[in-house]
């Protein structure tokens, strides 16, 4: 049976990831930053509420920074993301905060897309009142 501590292990490579995207998705409670390379694959991610912000305190724009500063340092030391397309989904505070983040990690900022749903017909009436 051989020991776990003394088998040799192989390192993974370091993946280099210089373009990327950030998906913000900005709702009245949270704030959830996700970085992902061009195909959509995640890298780095983190929300107002992974960060220790509870409650209200979760949807507020300064909860939103600290989130992307957090996840914008973990993908540029471990993948080296400093040339981003940004992407924002909500209505949320943390919208302009995120991006503006972004830009003073000295994170490229290429274009920034607002990908908000926009409701077409809305929710199935109530059933009509008979007296």
């Known amino acids: 049976m051989a020991d776990t501590s003394t088998a040799t292990r192989k390192k993974k490579a370091k993946r280099s990831v210089p373009t990327g995207q950030v998906h913000i998705l900005a709702t009245f409670n949270n704030t ?4 992902t390379d061009t195909n959509g694959g995640a890298l780095a991610a983190a929300s107002a509420g992974a960060c220790g912000f509870r409650g209200s305190k979760k949807g507020t724009a300064y909860a ?8 914008g340092t973990a993908a540029k030391q471990m993948y080296g993301l400093n040339k981003v ?3 924002v989904k909500g209505v949320g505070l943390g919208r302009e905060a995120a991006v503006r983040t972004l830009s003073s990690l000295d994170m490229q900022v290429e274009t920034i897309k607002d990908v908000t749903g926009v409701a077409h017909g809305g929710v199935r009436p109530r059933k009509t009142r008979r007296v």
Not at 64 to 71: D, K, N, P
């Open 85 to 87: 397309e940004v992407f």
């Open 64 to 71: 939103a920074q600290v989130a992307a500063e957090r996840a």
């Open 32 to 35: 959830i930053i996700t970085f």
